[in-house]
């Protein structure tokens, strides 16, 4: 054993356990680096780079682009540039050395969205409290596939199950959350710490226990890219199918999956749908044409968004669907938006259309814009207010 | 809806749906290109590189570094390395600019290995097929909290339970599934490819259906890296306990969480515990010291490790262990190693042991070290034998 140990000081996991996957040549150095005002330090060993920056979502924005900051070289080759006094939030970025993207290599949390991978840290003492993983009763998170006989298709889903339903005899509620375009199953409880969020609301007593079913909306695709049979290609924004209806017309196949195998309440008062942009759209489309189905619509940065073309049966006639769903009832139907968003004015439109029909809905209007900030706070803010 | 469009082609998916966390720096490339004949091409827009390398374990290594190759810098600023052909296999790699390391911008499939993040890429018509998802009925995977009585701790677990177990009423036998030095819950299901081997092997027949548990064997640690309340530090290899027996001793809470929350069989023919490297002295010594539970045990690239000054109760009187465990008996007690892992002579000392009290095993001798390669391999050998 003696040799062993020396063996692990000599060479360290280089070679032991973990297989060959380290990289020796970086400087043990501290990046990010939160500092006690809540300010965050960035480092990166580049000794051979003439520029060295930082974009994150925690600088201010250039036009369309990421805010960015450079680095400054220190005297040991080690750049590091430290941000101002940051707010409580889940913050992403990354580095560019000479005009390539790197992630830092200090930092091993790293978040996949749509094809970019970024670093992610989070600064505490505030709503990113919520976002952490705390000493507090955890839900379970499993990926299962179920078949969806509308697109004939076995597909993949992400369901959160609160603490203690695998051993309560009780019957649950069930959010259903819907990513926007170019996510899939995996996005809500990623980016979206839907998982902590839910734990924690749920701790401090802010919301009921409910399952929370995240569904690929994506309907060509059978799973979250690198985990379908298909090639591990590049993800894509735009998928196709986006705008089919095919979502929200096979979207009763989910409910029932969900129903059948899962010991949930099976009313209207016990479901609720709630989507982010495309799945803003989504949930308030498969809400119209289920009208018995769901107590409590969430449109987060959304609108009506289908091409005017369409010829999906699910869009069609959709004012009469909005009059019947309203005839119908609901207990909550929330939309919320940010003031910068780019569907800021498409929503409006969504609004004046459900105003002009007298449906009712609880308006939102947050600061920012299109972003996981927003509905990481708007899923934050819904939850508390359903099944009650 | 067509200035919805409109925005979308002149923005893409920059500012729609998913954030801000494009980059758009680099030109569209194709990197890695899995060429027909199984070569790979890498690519790096790296216009003001001086030096740009791809690091990666289908390369020789180089001493104990992972081998590297040197990308060329074609007219339009783009570095281009081919491959010679490769064999079927899950790969990782890096690049290297000017001595900083970056992953693929074009690759968005990354492995963690520890502190360590790889991008990876599979190349399939062989063994390697087997690690990725296909057509065939999938298991579900969930990650679930329990209590370790033990320990005093909430953990968390990853759980693969095989295609149907939700709807069958069948009873199913356990693999429990331990990982290396630096690893956790989440290293046999990411870097392992479990459930993918595990749904392909038995969709081929070639496995009973079982359900898999992949434990964490870091005794102080709740949960992986990012995982648990701990801060977001950079992961470690050397954990804390690592060898204190606490792991070995607290295990049977494991095995009674599982049997008392899945539909398992419950004796010692339907029971197995397999682990790589530290993972595998925790199979041997739990094995040995619960010599009624385990019929099928699996010892991967390890040996019997722990120090030879150690007080723990599980490391005490360990070849009357063994001979206990002989005599109860078990059906399958299997040891594989690559021939230039740094633990071969460790291990020969092990099987030695054994040998000297006529404690019968199966011998596999690989080619190859101490590599997840040989890992997936071992899985994929091992499981088929478990349960006949």
Redesign the interface.
């Known amino acids: 054993?003696?040799n062993?140990?020396l063996?692990?000081l000599l060479?360290?996991?280089?070679?032991?356990?973990?297989?060959?996957?380290?990289?020796?040549?970086?400087k043990e150095i501290i990046s990010p680096e939160i500092n006690a005002d809540n300010s965050v330090t960035f480092r990166?060993?580049?000794?051979?780079?003439?520029k060295v920056s930082v974009?994150g979502?925690f600088l201010p924005?250039n036009g369309?682009?990421?805010g960015s900051a450079d680095l400054v070289k220190g005297a040991d080759g080690i750049w590091s540039f430290t941000t101002s006094k940051l707010a409580s939030e889940l913050y992403?970025y990354?580095f560019?050395?000479?005009?390539?993207?790197?992630?830092d290599?200090?930092?091993?949390?790293?978040i996949?969205?749509?094809?970019?991978?970024?670093n992610i840290?989070?600064i505490g003492n505030g709503k990113a409290d919520d976002y952490?993983?705390?000493?507090v009763?955890?839900g379970?998170?499993?990926?299962?596939?179920y078949d969806s006989p509308t697109l004939k298709l076995?597909r993949?889903v992400t369901i959160y199950t609160p603490p203690g339903y695998?051993?309560s005899k009780e019957s649950y509620p069930t959010l259903y959350l819907l990513h926007?375009?170019?996510?899939d199953e995996e996005?809500w409880i990623a980016?979206g710490r839907t998982a902590q969020i839910m734990d924690n609301l749920i701790a401090q007593k802010k919301a009921k226990p409910m399952l929370v079913v995240m569904t690929n909306g994506n309907a060509s695709q059978t799973?979250a890219?690198?985990?379908?049979?298909s090639k591990?290609d590049?993800?894509v924004?735009?998928q196709p199918d986006m705008f089919s209806g095919n979502t929200e017309r096979a979207y009763p196949d989910v409910v029932k999956f969900i129903e059948s195998?899962y010991r949930v309440k099976k009313d209207k008062a016990n479901r609720a749908i709630a989507g982010?942009?495309?799945g803003g759209m989504h949930s308030l489309v498969i809400s119209a044409n289920n009208p018995d189905t769901f107590d409590y619509v969430g449109v987060f940065s959304s609108a009506m968004?289908?091409?005017?073309d369409s010829k999906a049966d699910v869009y069609a006639s959709f004012d009469q669907k909005l009059k019947t769903q309203k005839d119908k009832g609901y207990k909550l139907y929330w939309i919320a938006i940010g003031k910068t968003d780019?569907?800021y004015k498409?929503d409006m439109e969504f609004r004046e259309r459900l105003d002009s029909i007298g449906f009712k809905y609880t308006y939102k209007e947050s600061e920012g814009?299109?972003?996981?900030s927003n509905w990481r706070d708007y899923l934050t803010e819904f939850a508390p207010k359903l099944f009650n």
Not at 105 to 110: C, E, G, Q, T, V
Not at 132 to 135: E, G, H, L, V
Not at 180 to 183: E, L, N, S, V
């Open positions: 054993m003696k062993c140990i063996l692990f060479f360290g996991w280089t070679i032991y356990a973990q297989e060959n996957v380290s990289f020796g040549q970086q990166l060993d580049a000794k051979e780079a003439k974009q979502d924005p369309f682009a990421t992403s990354w560019v050395v000479d005009g390539v993207k790197v992630h290599p200090n930092n091993a949390y790293l996949r969205d749509v094809a970019t991978i970024v840290f989070i952490k993983t705390k000493d009763p955890h379970s998170v499993v990926r299962r596939w076995n993949r695998e051993t926007g375009a170019g996510g996005a980016l799973a890219p690198g985990e379908s049979s591990m590049k993800p924004f735009l195998n982010l942009s495309m968004l289908q091409p005017k780019f569907l498409q814009g299109h972003t996981w």
